[in-house]
């Protein structure tokens, strides 16, 4: 599949909105309408939903043994990896 287990299990931690929020808008970059569109829900419900996923997701990969967060896994854990850590990055400097 190409993704590493730490980025697997981090993901299956959330709902499934929740995980189709943060796929659609901090993976894949979809426009912020296309995400709304795609769970159906507005646009201040749409970024409560993305911000509550990024948070549950970074718990959940925080809260792993770091052996397990270590796997080198494929270019999509890699670009997860990079995804969530320019997250981490943004919502420190608020």
Known sequence: MGVAEAVHDGLSALSIDGRAALVASAI???EAIDVETIL???PSATRRLVAQARAGYLTAV???????TS???GPLATRV?????RAMTAEASR
Do not use: K
């Open 28 to 30: 894949e970059r979809f």
């Open 40 to 42: 159906g829900a507005s």
């Open 62 to 68: 925080g809260s792993m043994p770091s052996e397990q």
């Open 71 to 73: 796997d080198a896994g």
């Open 81 to 85: 990896r990079d995804v969530a850590s």
